[in-house]
C-alpha cells in the first residue's frame, strides 16, 4: 500500500467509527434511527437556502431535502417518539474551504424533552470532545465567523459584487 491509500483509508476508518459513535449514542437513549425520502414535492421555506432541482416527466419537479426536518416532523406526528437522522442532505451553492453542496448531518427530536434537557444533551464542547461535532467555535469568535458567513451568503446571492 502506498502512503496515500493508507491515509484515505485511515480516515475512512476513522469516519465509520465517528458514525458508529454517533449511532451507539443515540442507541444508548432510546432514539430510533429513521430514513427519511432526498426528494420532495415541496421546497424549503428558509430564502437564505438554496435548493437542488430535480425534474421528472412523471412527477413534475422535486427537490433534494436541505434538512430531513418536515419528513422527521411528519413521522412525530404520528407517534414516532424520540428520533434521528443521520445521513446526507443537499444545499445548492454552499460551497468554500468549509462547505460542499452534499453534507452529512445529525438531525433528532426528543419528546418529553425540557428546553434545557435538550441543552445539555447537545451541548457542543462534550459533544466535539467525543468527536460527535465537526467544529465548535469558540465564543471569542463568533463575531469573525457570522461576519465571514454572512459575506459568503451576500457574495452568493450578488455573484460575488458588493454594495458599495
Known amino acids: 500500500m502506498s502512503a496515500e491509500s493508507d491515509t484515505v483509508r485511515l480516515r475512512l476508518v476513522r469516519r465509520a ?42 412527477h413534475g419537479k422535486r427537490f433534494l431535502f436541505s434538512s430531513p426536518e418536515y419528513a422527521m416532523k411528519r413521522l412525530l406526528c404520528h407517534g414516532s417518539g424520540d428520533i434521528y437522522y443521520l445521513g446526507h442532505v443537499w444545499r445548492h451553492e454552499e460551497a468554500g474551504d468549509r462547505h460542499c453542496p452534499e453534507f452529512l448531518i445529525a438531525e433528532w427530536y426528543r419528546t418529553g424533552f425540557s428546553f434545557q434537557q435538550m441543552i445539555e444533551e447537545s451541548a457542543p464542547y462534550p459533544a ?14 463568533t463575531r469573525d465567523y457570522i461576519i465571514r458567513a454572512l459575506e459568503i451568503s451576500r457574495d452568493r446571492h450578488t455573484g460575488g459584487i458588493s454594495q458599495h
Not at 27 to 49: F, M
Not at 128 to 141: F, N, S, T, W
Open 17 to 58: 467509527q465517528a458514525l458508529h459513535e454517533a449511532r451507539e449514542f443515540f442507541s444508548k437513549r432510546g432514539v430510533i434511527e429513521v430514513d427519511c425520502p432526498a426528494l420532495s414535492a415541496g421546497a424549503a421555506i428558509d430564502v437564505n437556502i438554496d435548493l437542488f432541482a430535480a425534474p421528472s416527466s412523471i
Open 128 to 141: 466535539a470532545g467525543m468527536h460527535y461535532l465537526h467544529d465548535v467555535i469558540d465564543p471569542r469568535e
